[in-house]
């Protein structure tokens, strides 16, 4: 599709000369003992939040990081992994794989724990990853999803860019491996001439879906439970330079879909509710393995909680979503 040379030149000019107008939600640098993030890297931060949770870090485990950018997150991955070839960074752009090459070399001057070799560099696209079936424990990818294109609502026997790159990422996966993303949402659709602009989609800004369509291909790709760690403001499309008719506040997303199959009654989307019992007895059991102790807040997925609430028991309290959720639930 045409739209694909465009990203392409739109990352080639911001390999050369680093775009501030690119991505990048302002957020304070991480620290991690012992590393030290070459400036280049920060400039060259073209995500829209971040990848890097530290309940994703294992010993041991494979790592595929998908467009690579100037490699900040790969380093951080890298800090982890700490093994020749422990990650493998894969990007399209011969000129962004240079630029990212050249800032691992500067990065290696500064960390004394850290080789390039640590990071395998790869020549490849999201649509057909250079790795094997099965291969991945955790796979990540910051603010490019959100550029591919979608399968047209009633089409048949087609598949869009977005869905093949997530059943790309699916199929790298291990049993239970961990996708982590994060991409650009938008409350409402996008306008269609905002969307075919293939500039505007390029940087981020007119090819996000909305939350429930994010989640809904996430799902239909065969992720069977998600959690969504962040949601916060993005950018904002304006009624003047983009003309629309009302302002348009873009959010970003952060989420770990988890290669596990989806239940007969649907996946599991983690967006940070808990159930509350405060009844008479000391605990309270719903009979399909959801046990609450009395005055305990206990983390579920919105299934689970509608469920829950459904049940109308005055002694159950269900909170809302807080968009932020790190771990401990109920599936």
């Not at 309940?55 to 982890?80: K, N, R, T």
């Not at 752009?93 to 001057?109: D, H, L, S, Y």
């Not at 910051?142 to 009633?154: R, Y």
């Not at 991409?183 to 090819?207: F, K, M, W, Y």
Request: net charge negative; aromatic share 8%; proline share 6%.
């Amino acid at each position: 599709m045409t739209y694909h040379s465009t990203v392409q030149d739109v990352y080639r000019q911001a390999a050369e000369s680093p775009a501030s107008n690119l991505c990048c939600v302002p957020q304070t640098p991480r620290y991690l003992p012992g590393l030290v993030i070459p400036s280049i890297m920060h400039e060259m931060n073209y995500g829209c939040g971040t990848t890097i949770h530290l309940q994703d870090m294992a010993a041991d485990q494979s790592v595929l990081y998908v467009g690579v950018g100037g490699g900040l997150e790969a380093l951080q991955l890298a800090y982890f992994a700490r093994t020749p070839g422990g990650v493998i960074a894969v990007d399209p752009v011969a000129e962004m794989r240079e630029a990212a090459r050249q800032n691992f070399e500067t990065a290696a001057k500064l960390n004394d724990w850290f080789d390039p070799s640590f990071v395998d560099l790869r020549d490849g696209d999201a649509l057909d990853l250079p790795v094997n079936d099965g291969e991945i424990d955790l796979a990540a990818q910051n603010c490019l999803f959100n550029i591919f294109t979608t399968t047209d609502a009633g089409s048949i026997g087609t598949q869009g860019d977005l869905e093949q790159a997530l059943s790309e990422m699916h199929r790298a996966l291990k049993s239970a491996g961990r996708l982590v993303m994060s991409d650009p949402i938008t409350p409402r659709p996008i306008p269609e001439h905002l969307r075919n602009d293939e500039v505007l989609r390029a940087q981020c800004l007119s090819g996000c879906l909305t939350y429930e369509q994010y989640m809904q291909k996430i799902v239909e790709a065969g992720f069977g439970s998600v959690e969504v760690r962040s949601r916060r403001p993005y950018r904002m499309l304006d009624t003047h330079r983009y003309d629309i008719d009302a302002d348009l506040l873009l959010e970003t997303i952060e989420v770990c879909a988890y290669r596990t199959p989806v239940p007969t009654d649907g996946a599991c989307v983690f967006t940070g509710r808990s159930v509350i019992y405060a009844g008479p007895d000391e605990s309270f059991d719903d009979g399909k393995d959801h046990v609450m102790q009395r005055d305990l807040p206990l983390p579920v997925c919105d299934k689970t909680a509608g469920a829950l609430e459904s049940l109308g028991n005055p002694h159950l309290t269900v909170t809302n979503s807080t968009w932020h959720y790190a771990g401990g639930g109920c599936c």
